[in-house]
């Protein structure tokens, strides 16, 4: 449906100081408080450097709190968080992309000019930018609106300049809170058949927030459960490798009677945690 990708982001390179170091993103007893709420409560995650996470829980249970401790946005009340070997909130906000739950698209920047905002913010020209950002509005389907604002567009569609922008920062670290909720299940399909292929090609540390226990499965290498609030990881599944992209491999794994055990394993674990 989208034209294919023409050219990948840039590549870090093996000197940079962004380049994955050891543990990957590692939390030690993260506990946040609002007021009166309790909303994550002694957390321990490890996402080893390359791999990907998926959290799955409870609507209110502290997962995109979590990922806003993660990125620095955020801090914790106690514990620690470490990404890629920085543990300071400026230096966390540096390795992490980070996908919001709701968009946070500048009103009265167009479509690739909101693409573009983190690489202008990584110093590059306005052109240069763009130029970069150009094949992932092809590739997502979003060329002929490069131009319009978010207002002029469907939750869709402003999902997907979100998740362009996310990606266009070129981060090692990856975090996406239900980066696909708002669309369509066969550009869902697509844009999850794509980010498998881009992780393949060029992976990053990734933390996957969502509702949908086959979405986790089908892109992530290990899937958490989290309880209802104050948050705590109740359970966690490694999520065997499978092999090909597109449709027919798609079909294939969601009819693999070991991936519908997965499945039915995380879907229990998810009702006993409500
Ligand atoms: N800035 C804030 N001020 C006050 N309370 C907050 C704030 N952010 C989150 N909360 C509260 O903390 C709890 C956890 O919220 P959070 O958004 O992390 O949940 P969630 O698991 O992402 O939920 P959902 O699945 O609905 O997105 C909720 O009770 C929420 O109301
Ligand atoms: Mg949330």
Not at 9 to 29: C, I, M
Not at 38 to 66: E, Q, Y
Not at 187 to 215: F, G, I, K, N, S
């Amino acid at each position: 449906m989208f034209a294919r990708r023409s050219s990948p982001p840039p590549a870090l390179s093996s000197s940079d100081p962004l380049q994955p170091v050891g543990t990957g993103v590692e939390l030690r007893g993260v506990t946040k408080r609002f007021g009166q709420t309790d909303a994550v409560a002694s957390a321990d995650l490890t996402v080893p450097a390359h791999s990907r996470l998926g959290i799955v829980g409870p609507s209110g249970c502290g997962k995109s709190t979590l990922l806003s401790m993660i990125c620095g946005l955020i801090d914790p009340d106690a514990g620690t968080v470490d990404v890629l070997g920085a543990a300071d909130a400026p230096g966390r906000l540096a390795r992490c992309a980070w996908m919001p739950q709701r968009d946070l698209l500048l009103p009265w920047r167009g479509v690739l000019a909101n693409a573009r905002i983190p690489l202008e913010n990584q110093g590059l020209s306005r052109r240069e930018a763009s130029r970069r950002v150009q094949p992932l509005l092809d590739r997502f389907g979003l060329a002929e609106f490069a131009d319009h604002r978010p207002a002029q567009l469907s939750g869709g569609l402003r999902q997907r300049v979100s998740f362009l922008r996310t990606v266009a920062a070129d981060k090692p670290v990856l975090l996406l809170d239900e980066p696909f909720g708002a669309l369509d299940s066969i550009t869902r399909a697509d844009l999850q058949d794509w980010l498998r292929a881009m992780l393949a090609d060029e992976p990053r540390t990734v933390v996957l927030v969502t509702h949908d226990v086959e979405e986790a499965l089908l892109l992530c290498d290990r899937v958490v459960v989290m309880s209802a609030r104050p948050g705590r990881v109740v359970a966690s599944v490694d999520v065997p490798p499978y092999a090909g992209t597109g449709a027919a491999a798609r079909r294939a794994r969601l009819a693999d009677p070991d991936f519908v055990a997965l499945r039915d394993t995380v879907l229990a674990h998810l009702e006993s945690a409500r």
